[in-house]
């Protein structure tokens, strides 16, 4: 018997069926279209993005992969409104990041950057109970959710302190406070970098999981090509 469309290529027609227009854009996820980002100044310009267009079905693992230098990060930061482009479009959950309503920045994205934006003085319990009130937990759903974090992260004891962990497990830490509300868009800036392949294979099984219903739409960078199998669109 001739074998069905296997649930990639399910997915993957989906997404081409969705059209771009005005209303379908603000559907998506994410929508760039015709990005420009320079640094620098007008008239000595250092251009990032030129042009660049990008849509990000809900849902979808999108795996982004690019040299060194090439403007990732930047990327990321003008999505979740850290920073504007210079000129262009871009949707992200509907709104445009920044604009009073849209809840981007806030608790609808979950944005793990690369530097470590979490508090030595803090224990890993602290650390997620922090993330978790902010956007608007409680702490007896930060408990509920810790024990499967730690354990799916491999990390240590939760009542350690954060600045008593090696650089990896604080990474690891940093992940799991951008886990631990559920938001609906998850961005992560290299997440697996110096991760040893077993628990490499935990977080992409996680993200599978979470995406699976469609409630959750994951941005991830990598270094890592074979990563990126499991990712719906790699760019
Ligand atoms: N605030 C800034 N001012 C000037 N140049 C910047 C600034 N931030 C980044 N850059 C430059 O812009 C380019 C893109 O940087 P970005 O961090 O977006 O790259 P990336 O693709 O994420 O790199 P990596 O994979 O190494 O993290 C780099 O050449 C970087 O030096």
Redesign the pocket.
Known sequence: MPEGPSDLELRRRQFKAQMSTVQTRRQQAVCVRRAYKR??TKSNP?V?LDGLNMTVPKGAIYGLL????????????CIVGRKRLNSGELWVLGGTPGSRGSGVPGPRVGYMP?ELAIYGEFTIRETLKYFGWISGMTTEQVEAKLGFLVNFLMLPDADRLVKNLSGGQQRRVSLAATLVHEPELLIL??PTVGVDPLLRQNIWDHLVEITKHGRTTVII?T?YIDETRQAHLVS
């Open positions: 640094y620098g250092y990032i690019g040299a060194s230098g090439c403007g990732k990060t930047t990327l990321l930061n690369q800036d290299e960078t270094h």
